[in-house]
């Protein structure tokens, strides 16, 4: 196999990170800082909203791997390498080795759902504390989990596919039973697979304890359905009415007597509706991310090592800002002593947070603490803040008057 010109970055273990405040360490401690990161007004300029940016930690919880932590793909599997966007497009051979994986992953993504955390943000939305999500996440778990809270899905989502060449769009779960249809055998393979539960696990070992073989490259053993007969659909659009293309010339889009996609086309090729490696963001979803960082006055990280630069420019853009910045993840953070720049290292929260602790167990206590104090947004904050004000100047002019009296009589 070719080697690849792009190599992913950040495969290894990040260095562990600085807790912001020293008392972060604790459920509590931590607690403390994301109150005193939400109530705090934000710096002068700034709206009070904060803008969220979302990796895979925060849907471990959902029973789905992560790519750079302990556990993740990239450190289980070490055989793992996602396909490229050229190899995608160019390779008829490459493309029937992706939507064989897909198709038997498909199953336990379709079958997970939103956790916690996702709930945790929902909660924080209705509160008022936060105004949109960015998310790195092709799960689809935050629209899912909070509809009325915008997410903005930087890097797509796998519940459809879309064709390269007129852009339609169709749901993923219709295209499982086009590829079910196509390989029989491949079908009848994926059910015995997901009774044993081996696809429960990223782990080649436990997957083999559990009867499913690989090969030395690391691809599945189906028993005489090798990676080479699987095949997949033609878009139903282009094979109606081919398009012309950008050069003037009508494609041509044929498939077999099954209905799978022909490799004499030239168009009708559907893909997921993902940014793959190698592939650039929209420029419309860029500017529109770009957009959400800066109609924010802070922003809260949750689940990522930031180890994309699709991630990590937002993040440089917030700082660049002024924007408080809270980090929930556990390991390390791409850069991360970027953030630790002019500092204060008194502050409480108000300006920086690190967290080292998982985004289910910390964001829905958050939100208990919350509820608890009956607290509403922005301007429940302003008004609680107030009142302590108020009361502490009462205080402080009961001490003087009280003073004052003492001395007369005395």
């Not at 789905?64 to 050229?86: C, E, M, Q, S």
């Not at 079908?187 to 090969?215: C, H, I, Q, W, Y």
């Not at 990522?304 to 002024?322: C, E, I, M, P, V």
Request: charged fraction near 25%.
């Amino acid at each position: 196999m070719r080697k690849p010109l792009m190599r992913i970055p950040y495969t290894d273990l990040l260095a562990p990170p600085t807790l912001i405040p020293r008392n972060a360490n604790t459920l509590p401690g931590a607690l403390a800082a994301l109150q005193t990161f939400f109530t705090a007004p934000s710096p002068a300029g700034l709206p009070d909203s904060t803008v969220v940016l979302s990796g895979a930690g925060l849907s471990v919880a959902s029973g789905l791997a992560d790519y750079r932590g302990p556990k993740g793909t990239y450190r289980v599997n070490k055989t793992y390498r996602p396909i490229y966007y050229h190899e995608f497009l160019g390779n008829h051979e490459a493309r029937k080795r992706y939507w064989a994986r897909s198709f038997l992953g498909w199953t336990s993504l379709h079958k997970a759902s939103p956790n916690a955390g996702h709930h945790a943000i929902k909660a924080l939305g209705d509160l008022g504390f936060v105004r949109s999500v960015i998310t790195q996440n092709v799960d689809s778990f935050h629209p899912q989990a909070h509809p009325a809270v915008l997410t903005l899905e930087l890097h797509g989502y796998l519940r459809a596919t879309v064709c390269v060449t007129c852009r339609t769009e169709y749901p993923r779960d219709a295209f499982q039973d086009e590829l079910a249809r196509l390989n029989p055998r491949w079908a009848a393979f994926l059910e015995e697979v997901l009774a044993t539960g081996a696809l429960d696990t990223e782990d080649p070992d436990e997957r083999k304890a559990k009867g499913m073989r690989s090969n030395p490259d690391g691809d599945v053993d189906v028993p005489d359905a090798p990676y080479t007969t699987f095949r997949y659909p033609a878009c139903p659009t282009c094979l109606a009415s081919p398009p012309v293309s950008a050069e003037g010339m009508r494609h041509v889009v044929q498939v077999d007597d099954d209905g799978a996609w022909n490799p004499a086309s030239t168009g009708g090729i559907l893909k997921p509706a993902v940014v793959m490696f190698g592939e650039s963001i929209a420029s419309d979803v860029k500017t529109a991310a770009e957009e959400a960082i800066d109609g924010a006055g802070k922003l809260l990280i949750l689940g990522t090592s930031l180890a994309t630069f699709s991630a990590w420019r937002l993040a440089r853009r917030a700082l660049d800002r002024g924007m408080p910045i809270a980090i929930v993840n556990t390991g390390g953070v791409r850069n991360e002593e970027h953030f630790h720049r002019d500092l204060d290292w008194k502050q409480k929260g108000e300006q920086r947070v690190r967290i080292e602790l998982s985004t289910d167990r910390v964001l829905p206590a958050l939100v208990g603490e919350f509820r608890q104090k009956h607290l509403s947004g922005p301007a429940d904050v302003a008004a609680e803040v107030a009142g302590r004000e108020q009361a502490a100047a009462a205080a402080d002019s009961e001490r003087r008057n009280h003073g004052v009296f003492k001395d007369l009589l005395s």
